[in-house]
């Protein structure tokens, strides 16, 4: 079992930089990928970034590579998303997901994801 808690979102101005924090529990969270989805109103929930938690691994998707950067602190058992150059378009409900894997492989599909977050807004205005 795997809690996640999401903090770090609100209100930014196009061209303004954000932090989201996902602060995870539970145990075996090494062999957990940890992924960052949002959702924007009347859209489907779409896939942002991916790290795994043992060797920091990192997948993005391409309407944020550049502008975001995914870690990963163990000693906080903490997951970030850094996002820099905010556009409007980024304005969604950010969450924060787990799977757990034998692997590390990119996994952009929500439904194969166990354990969600609450979410946190962005709003990105122009």
């Known amino acids: 079992q795997v809690q996640l808690v999401e903090s770090g979102g609100g209100l930014a101005q196009a061209g303004d930089s954000l932090r989201l924090s996902c602060a995870a529990s539970g145990r075996f969270l090494s062999r957990y990928n940890m992924a960052w989805f949002r959702q924007a109103p009347g859209k489907e929930r779409e896939f942002v970034s991916q790290i795994a938690w043992s060797d920091g691994r990192t997948y993005y998707a391409d309407s944020v590579k550049g502008r975001f950067t995914v870690s990963r602190d163990n000693t906080l058992n903490t997951v970030y998303l850094q996002m820099n150059s905010l556009k409007p378009e980024d304005t969604a409900v950010y969450y924060c997901?787990?799977?757990?894997?034998?692997?590390?492989?990119?996994?952009?599909?929500?439904?194969?994801?166990?354990?969600w977050g609450q979410g946190t807004q962005v709003t990105v205005s122009h």
């Open positions: 997901a787990a799977r757990r894997d034998s692997m590390i492989v990119l996994a952009p599909t929500p439904g194969t994801y166990n354990y």
